[in-house]
């Protein structure tokens, strides 16, 4: 089994920043990409930010220049910075892992979700 845990989601005034984490744990071997979605009301999950066990990196559109995703393999987590928010970003975040689990089994792993409201 592999959780992923998030944390830092919360209510900000526009233009303002949070940062979310997510710890991943569990029976876990390698830990490869990992990223995160966003959901808002209404609208289809969308990919925010991935990054890959090296340190690539993938944003959105609308994300690029306000948004830094990054990582720690030491502690299996992975961050995201949020700058500069807007109202739009307003959403539940949820945090993405893929991995080589016990057994070698590969795994696909989502977090509970965090959510993240800005007002105008």
């Known amino acids: 089994q592999v959780q992923l845990v998030e944390s830092g989601g919360g209510l900000v005034q526009a233009g303002g920043s949070l940062r979310l984490s997510c710890a991943a744990s569990g029976s876990i071997l390698s830990l490869n990409g990992m990223g995160w979605y966003r959901q808002a009301p209404g609208k289809q999950r969308e990919l925010v930010a991935a990054?890959?066990?090296?340190?690539?990196?993938n944003y959105s559109d609308s994300v690029k220049g306000r948004f830094t995703i990054s990582r720690d393999n030491a502690k299996n987590t992975v961050y995201l910075q949020m700058n500069s928010l807007k109202p739009e970003d307003r959403a539940v975040y949820y945090c993405?892992?893929?991995?080589?689990?016990?057994?070698?089994?590969?795994?696909?792993?989502w977090g509970q979700g965090t959510q993240v409201t800005v007002s105008s």
């Open positions: 990054i890959t066990r090296g340190g690539t990196t």
């Open positions: 993405n892992a893929q991995g080589v689990r016990t057994w070698n089994t590969p795994f696909n792993a």
